[in-house]
C-alpha cells in the first residue's frame, strides 16, 4: 500500500520541509534582501566609510544570529509526519487504520470477515490520497511585514538601480587603508532631463557613454559637485551664451546649441552634445469641406508634429475681392471682424498625427453663402505654429427654397452687409409685403414681415442711419420669419407630410445638392411615418360597427415596406439626377398618401370615398372625350392622329372625315348640357363638353389612372396602366375606364331610398355607354365614340349627384337633428347644417365659413385668443370625448 501512495508523501514531505524552512530562516532572507536594495541604490557610496563598516557589522551579526536561530528551530520533517497529515485529510484515517491489527475477535469468522471488509474499505480510500498543501503563512510570525518591506525594496533596487554598484564595496574596502584615498567613482552626479511634452525619460549622467550624446531641444541638465571646491569644474558650450568654467557644487545648464559638456578633474568625464531639433507642427485638409441642407459645415482636416499638437484654430475672413458686388452688396461693407474658432482636438491617445473635422454652424453669420479665405493654424508645446495658409471658399449656409423665404433671407444678408442698406432693405420688404394673398402661408407671418418692416420704418433717422440694437433684433425677427416660411407651422402630421414633400419638389426644380437631399428625404420618412402612426392610433381608437375598415396592420406594412422602398427609390434618381423620374414617382408617393388620407385618417368613410372615386373616373372620361374629338380633328385637316393614337384603330382610315366644323380654341370639346347627344361636334356648339375642359388645359390629379384605397402602392385601379400620353389606344383606355367603372359599383356602400336607386340606374347607363364608345372606338368610328362617351358623362354626373343625396339621406336617418343636405349639380353634398358653434358649413362642405367673423383692426389678436382657448378646451378632461374630438378637428383646421 505504502508504494502506491509513495509519490504523495513524497510531495507532502517536500512541502512541509518548505513550511518549516521559511518559519525558520525568514528573517535571514528579509536581511539579505534589504542589504541588497542598499547596494544595488548605491547608498554605500554616499556613506562615509565608518557608518559603512558599522552598518556591515550590524548586517552582518544579524544575519548570523538568523541563521544560527533559525538553525536551531528547523526540524527536518519524518516519513511518518508527511504520512499523518495526509492521513489527517482523509475522512477515517485510512492509513493508520490499515496498520492497525484485530483487537478483538480474532478466531470468529465473521469477526474477521468484517475486520477484512473494513480493511478493504479504508485500502481503497487510502488509494485515493492526494499530496497535502504546505501552510506557508507567516503573518503571525511576521506581524509587521518585515519581510515585505525587504521585498519591495530589492524589487525596486532591482528596477530603478544598478547592479554593478554591488563592485563598489571592494573598491571601497581596498582604499579603505590609512592614508589612501577613497576611490568611490565619480564624485559628481547629473541628470538630463528633457521637456516633459516630449515624454522622454530622465537620463542618469554617469551612466550615458561618453562622445556624442543627443538631447531634445530644450532639456536641462542638473550637476552636483562632490568633495573640495575646485577638484571638479564644469566647461560647457551648450547654453545660449558662452561662459567659463565653473566649480559650483550645484549647477543647472538649459540646452540651447549644439556644444561639448566637460567635467574636469578626478573621475571626470566628456561628451559632444547634439540638439535634436523640435519640428514645427503642420496641418492640411483632407477633403473639401462638405455642407447639410440645415447649413451646417464639415471640414475634415489632419494635423502632425514630432510630438504632441496641443491646440488649433481656424480664421475665417470676408474675400473682398471674390464678392458679386450688386445690389445689396454694392455698398461698402461694415466693419467684420475675423471669425476664430478652435480646431477640435482629440481626447485621448496619439496626437503627433491625427485627423478630425471641424464642424460649425455658420447659417446665421453674416458672412454666410458669401466667398472667404479660411486658414487653419496648430501649435505645439513649444509655441510652434503651422498653418495651411488662405483657402478660399464658398462658407457654407442653409439653403432657402420657399421664395419669401430666399427673398427675406436675402435682405437679411443686406441689412447686416452694411447699415447703409437699411433704407433700402425697407423698401425691399415692403416690396414682398405688398398683395401678399397667395404668397404667405398664414396670416402669423405676414404679419410678423409687417412688424419687421415697421420697426425698421421707425428706426431710420434722416441720413438712414440705423441702431445697432434695432439692426440686431430686426436680423434675428427676420431669420425666424425665413425659417418659419421654410419649415411651416405644422399643426399635425399630415401637414408636415404635405409640407415635406412641397420642399423637395422645390428641392428638385432647382436643383439641390446631394446633402439637401438626403436631409429633405430624411425629413419626408419622419413625417411620412408619424402620418402612419397617427392614422394607425386613430384607427385602433375607433369603435366597432363604423364603415372604415380596420387597416392598421395594412398601414404598418405600407409604411415599413413600400413607402420605404418607394423614398429610397425616389433619392435615389434624385442622386443619378434623373428628376423627371423622380417627380413622377413623387406624384405617385403623394396619391397613395391621399388614399391612405382618405382611408384612414380624416373620418371619411366609404361612401364619400365611392364619390371621390366616381368623381375622377368623371374626369378621366372627360379627358378621354377630348383625346378622341383632338383625334378626330387630326382626320378632319388631314393630320396624322396626335398624342397617344399611333397608329389607326381597328378599320379607322385616316383620311375618314365626319364633316363637322372648327373648333374654336379657346371653347372646350364635347356636348354641352341639353345638347343632343347625337349632335356633332361643330354643329353650332363648336365642340363644347359638359365639363368645361378646353383643349388646351392639361388634365389635373392623377394621370390616366383610377387608383381606389384599396389598391398596392404605386398602382392604379386600373390594371393597364394608361392614362393620357400613354402608348395604349383610345379603346383600351375606354375599356380599363369601364372595367374600373364597374369595380367602383361593386365598392357602393349599401343604401336605401329613391335617390340610391336612381344613382344605380345612372351609373348602368353610364357603363352601357362607355361600352358602346368602346366598340365605336374599336371600328374606328370617332364621332360616334364621341357621342357615347358625352352620354357616359352625364350619367355619370346624374350618378354623382344622386349618390350625394343617398348619401346625405341616409346620414339624416341615422343623425336625426342635423338638418337636411342636398346634393347639387356637381354630385357635391350641398350644406345647409350648422355645427355645434351655430355656423354654417363652408361650400365645399368642410368646417367654418367664408363669412368674415371679426371685423376691425384687432383680428389677429382675436383670432390668436380662440385658438389659445380652443386648445384649453380640448385639454380638458372633464369634457365629453365628442366635444373635445371636436375641438380638434378645428385646431387641425386653422
Known amino acids: 500500500m505504502r508504494a502506491e501512495i509513495a509519490w504523495p508523501i513524497r510531495i507532502t514531505r517536500a512541502g512541509m520541509v518548505a513550511e518549516r524552512a521559511s518559519r525558520a530562516f525568514w528573517p535571514v532572507v528579509a536581511l539579505v534582501m534589504a542589504s541588497a536594495a542598499i547596494l544595488l541604490f548605491g547608498w554605500h557610496e554616499a556613506m562615509p566609510l565608518e557608518a559603512l563598516w558599522a552598518l556591515a557589522v550590524v548586517v552582518g551579526l544579524g544575519t548570523i544570529v538568523a541563521l544560527v536561530r533559525g538553525a536551531m528551530r528547523f526540524r527536518w520533517p519524518s516519513e511518518g509526519a508527511a504520512i499523518a497529515r495526509i492521513d489527517a485529510s482523509l475522512p477515517g484515517r485510512p492509513l493508520a487504520a490499515i496498520a492497525d491489527l484485530q483487537a478483538t475477535g480474532r478466531g470468529d469468522a465473521a469477526s474477521e470477515a468484517v475486520w477484512a471488509a473494513h480493511q478493504q474499505r479504508m485500502a481503497a480510500r487510502a488509494r485515493a490520497a492526494r499530496p497535502v498543501d504546505p501552510d506557508l503563512r507567516l503573518a503571525a510570525r511576521d506581524p509587521y511585514g518585515l519581510r515585505y518591506m525587504a521585498l519591495l525594496l530589492f524589487v525596486t533596487g532591482l528596477l530603478f538601480g544598478s547592479i554593478w554598484r554591488i563592485g563598489s564595496v571592494a573598491d571601497i574596502a581596498a582604499g579603505a587603508g590609512p592614508g589612501q584615498a577613497v576611490a568611490t567613482g565619480p564624485v559628481w552626479e547629473g541628470w538630463i532631463e528633457p521637456p516633459a511634452y516630449t515624454g522622454k525619460p530622465t537620463l542618469y549622467l554617469a551612466d550615458q557613454p561618453e562622445g556624442r550624446l543627443d538631447v531634445p531641444q530644450g532639456s536641462e541638465i542638473a550637476l552636483r559637485l562632490y568633495g573640495e571646491a575646485g577638484d571638479l569644474t564644469v566647461s560647457q558650450a551648450v547654453t545660449a551664451e558662452a561662459a567659463e568654467p565653473s566649480a559650483e557644487a550645484q549647477q543647472s545648464l538649459l540646452v540651447r546649441r549644439d556644444g561639448p559638456l566637460a567635467i574636469e578633474g578626478p573621475g571626470g568625464a566628456a561628451w559632444d552634445i547634439v540638439v535634436v531639433p523640435d519640428a514645427a507642427p503642420a496641418v492640411a485638409l483632407s477633403g473639401p469641406v462638405e455642407a447639410e441642407a440645415t447649413g451646417q459645415m464639415a471640414q475634415p482636416f489632419t ?261 420605404q422602398q418607394m423614398m429610397d427609390e425616389i433619392q435615389r434618381l434624385m442622386e443619378e439626377g434623373r428628376m423627371a423620374e423622380a417627380m413622377e414617382l413623387m406624384q405617385q408617393l403623394d396619391q397613395m398618401m391621399e388614399n391612405l388620407q382618405v382611408t384612414e385618417g380624416q373620418g371619411q368613410g366609404q361612401g364619400q370615398q365611392s364619390m371621390e372615386d366616381l368623381a375622377d373616373t368623371l374626369r378621366e372620361q372627360q379627358e378621354l372625350s377630348d383625346d378622341a374629338f383632338r383625334q378626330l380633328q387630326d382626320e378632319f385637316n388631314g393630320r396624322p392622329p396626335q398624342g397617344d393614337q399611333g397608329q389607326p384603330q381597328d378599320g379607322q382610315q385616316p383620311g375618314q372625315q365626319p364633316g363637322q366644323g372648327q373648333p374654336q380654341p379657346d371653347q372646350p370639346f364635347g356636348p354641352q348640357p341639353g345638347q343632343d347627344s347625337g349632335q356633332q361636334p361643330g354643329d353650332g356648339q363648336q365642340g363644347q363638353n359638359q365639363g368645361g375642359q378646353g383643349s388646351g388645359q392639361q388634365p389635373q390629379g392623377r394621370q390616366g389612372q383610377v387608383q381606389s384605397p384599396g389598391d398596392q402602392p404605386g398602382q392604379g385601379g386600373r390594371q393597364d396602366g394608361q392614362g393620357r400620353g400613354g402608348e395604349g389606344s383610345l379603346a383600351d383606355r375606354q375599356q380599363a375606364l369601364r372595367d374600373e367603372l364597374n369595380r367602383q359599383r361593386g365598392n357602393l356602400p349599401s343604401l336605401s331610398g329613391e335617390a340610391a336607386d336612381e344613382a344605380g340606374e345612372a351609373l348602368d347607363r353610364a357603363e352601357g355607354a362607355m361600352d358602346e364608345a368602346e366598340g365605336a372606338l374599336r371600328e374606328g368610328d370617332t364621332a360616334r365614340a364621341i357621342d357615347r362617351q358625352s352620354e357616359a358623362l352625364d350619367a355619370l354626373r346624374d350618378g354623382l349627384r344622386n349618390l350625394g343625396e343617398a348619401l346625405a339621406d341616409n346620414r339624416d336617418q341615422q343623425q336625426p337633428g342635423q338638418g337636411e343636405a342636398r346634393g347639387n349639380a356637381q354630385g357635391r353634398l350641398e350644406p345647409q347644417r350648422r355645427d355645434p358653434l351655430g355656423r354654417e358649413f363652408g361650400n365645399s362642405g368642410q368646417m367654418g365659413t367664408e363669412q368674415e367673423m371679426l371685423q376691425g383692426e384687432d383680428v389677429y389678436r382675436r383670432a390668436q385668443e380662440l385658438l389659445d382657448e380652443l386648445r384649453r378646451r380640448s385639454g380638458e378632461q372633464s369634457r365629453p370625448e365628442d366635444e373635445r374630438d371636436y375641438l380638434r378637428r378645428l385646431l387641425e383646421q386653422f
Open 303 to 563: 494635423a502632425t508634429d514630432d510630438y504632441a499638437v496641443v491646440a488649433g484654430r481656424a480664421v475665417i475672413e470676408l474675400d473682398l475681392g471674390a464678392v458679386d458686388r450688386r445690389f445689396g452688396l454694392a455698398a461698402e461693407p461694415g466693419p467684420q471682424e475675423p471669425v476664430v474658432i478652435d480646431l477640435p482636438m482629440p481626447f485621448s491617445g496619439d496626437r503627433t498625427e491625427f485627423s478630425e473635422t471641424l464642424i460649425d454652424d455658420f447659417s446665421q453669420h453674416p458672412l454666410a453663402n458669401l466667398p472667404v479665405t479660411m486658414t487653419l493654424t496648430v501649435a505645439d508645446d513649444a509655441g510652434q505654429e503651422g498653418t495651411t495658409g488662405p483657402v478660399e471658399m464658398i462658407l457654407p449656409g442653409r439653403r432657402f427654397f420657399q421664395p419669401i423665404a430666399r427673398a427675406v433671407i436675402e435682405q437679411r444678408r443686406d441689412l447686416m452687409w452694411s447699415p447703409d442698406n437699411a433704407r433700402r432693405v425697407t423698401q425691399m420688404l415692403r416690396t414682398v409685403a405688398y398683395e401678399p394673398e397667395g404668397f404667405f402661408p398664414n396670416e402669423l407671418t405676414y404679419l410678423k414681415l409687417s412688424f419687421a418692416i415697421r420697426q425698421l420704418a421707425a428706426d431710420l433717422d434722416d441720413d438712414g442711419a440705423l441702431t445697432d440694437a434695432t439692426r440686431d433684433e430686426v436680423v434675428q425677427a427676420l431669420w425666424d420669419l425665413a425659417v418659419q416660411l421654410e419649415e411651416g407651422t405644422l399643426a399635425d402630421a399630415r401637414a408636415r407630410l404635405e409640407r415635406a414633400q412641397e420642399r423637395l419638389e422645390e428641392a428638385m426644380r432647382n436643383g439641390a445638392s446631394d446633402e439637401e437631399i438626403a436631409e429633405l428625404m430624411q425629413e419626408l420618412r419622419e413625417a411620412t411615418n408619424d402620418y402612419i402612426r397617427m392614422l394607425a392610433e386613430q384607427n385602433r381608437g375607433q369603435e366597432d360597427g363604423t364603415d372604415q375598415p380596420d387597416m392598421s396592420q395594412n398601414m404598418q406594412e405600407l409604411g415599413a415596406d413600400q413607402l
